[in-house]
């Protein structure tokens, strides 16, 4: 069996914005669709979420890219091929929308635009396409890294397993937002802090919704929070890099095995991906560290929990695991070599 995955990547080194691949189950290989996917220039399409038969892609600008605008596209898959039809574009503020989520039932987007800080909700229409603006949310505030928190900046929103809140990682001010989601509106609860100077990036709820992992960017840790009645605690919070690192590094991405039992993260810098047991009481412990290509920012599992994929941004490399369904380590199975600039992952519904 093979599944389609769609990566996306920034708009460097002749990339030409989204690609597929079909993924075999039984190996974890990919193979590259030949085709080209977009009829026109996406540029950077980083991020991407994928509901049904339409795939949605932030479109990340750079501050030299005039008019300095960011937003998300939307595009409706033909067949069961990877081409896709473009049907719409909506603009997301200025600068860098970074992140896509679905949420609601299908009714809603939510965007995170990482520049300006702010968190942007889209009504779909019945058929999926986008429509309007709904929202725009925006705190001020900053942390105590001032070369990074200097202001919000919205990294990731994910709605809880129940429906019911959109929490939103603020990297800026160390915060996790959250919204009710009501009908015809989000509204703004009380957030949940996390360790200063630790920058909340990404995020991953249990099946349940019991616990809620955190990967911090700039101190390169899981931050765990436990539900505790209606809300949610602090449960910990632990390192990521070995004690002896003196380099530079900054964690990227955070996933949680379809069983349950074990996190996954990724280290930009010291360039691995860090697989993590789940205690009873849900922290995680290090089982084991795998090499990457350079830049390991994106990373996906397969929906069957076989094989894990991790994208060297600055290689040009996506690296490919075997998950050892005993234990959780990971085993190398080569890769995909060529895809400039990978930094992001959706497998089609």
């Known amino acids: 069996m093979k599944r389609l995955l769609f990566i996306g990547t920034y708009s460097d080194r002749d990339s030409r914005g989204l690609y597929a691949c079909e ?3 039984e190996t974890g290989a990919l193979t590259p669709l030949a ?8 540029i950077n399409p980083t991020y991407i979420a994928c509901q049904g038969d339409w795939v949605y892609t932030v479109c990340e600008m750079s501050e030299d890219t005039p008019p300095r605008r960011g937003g998300i596209a939307a595009f409706r898959m033909k067949g069961r091929g990877g081409a896709l039809e473009h049907r719409c574009s909506l603009p997301c503020g200025m600068g860098s929308p970074c992140h896509v989520s ?22 779909l229409a019945p058929d999926g ?49 959250r919204y009710r989601i009501e009908r015809e509106s989000a509204k703004p609860i009380e957030p949940l802090s996390c360790p200063s100077g630790s920058g909340p990036r990404h995020m991953v709820f249990s099946a349940d919704g019991a616990l809620l992992w955190v990967i911090g960017e700039l101190d390169s840790t899981v931050i765990g929070f436990r539900k505790e009645g209606a809300d949610y605690r602090l449960l910990g919070h632990w390192p990521l890099l070995p004690p002896d690192f003196k380099g530079e590094s900054w964690a990227a991405e955070i996933r949680l095995h379809p069983n349950g039992r074990w996190l996954y993260a990724t280290n930009r810098g010291l360039d691995d991906v860090v697989a993590l047991a789940l ?13 990457t290509a350079n830049w390991p920012r994106g990373m996906i599992i397969s ?4 094989f ?42």
């Open 102 to 123: 679905v949420f609601d039932g299908g009714r809603r987007l939510a965007v995170s635009q990482y520049k300006t800080g702010e968190l942007y909700i889209i009504a």
């Open 303 to 306: 929906p069957d929990g076989r």
């Open 35 to 42: 085709e080209p996917l977009l009829p026109s220039p996406v």
């Open 23 to 25: 993924a075999d189950s």
């Open 279 to 291: 205690q009873p009481d849900g922290s995680p412990a290090i089982i084991g560290r795998s090499p």
């Open 129 to 177: 396409l986008p429509t309007t603006v709904e929202n725009v949310f925006r705190i001020e505030g900053h942390g105590p890294m001032a070369s990074r928190q200097e202001g919000p900046h919205v990294h990731s929103a994910l709605a809880s397993p129940d429906g019911k809140t959109l929490f939103s990682a603020d990297l800026g001010v160390d915060l996790i937002y």
């Open 308 to 349: 894990l994929y991790a994208a060297g941004q600055h290689a040009d490399r996506i690296d490919c695991f075997a998950i050892n369904p005993l234990t959780g380590g990971l085993e190398k199975r080569g890769g995909l070599a060529g895809i400039p600039s990978p930094v992001g992952f959706a497998f089609a519904d």
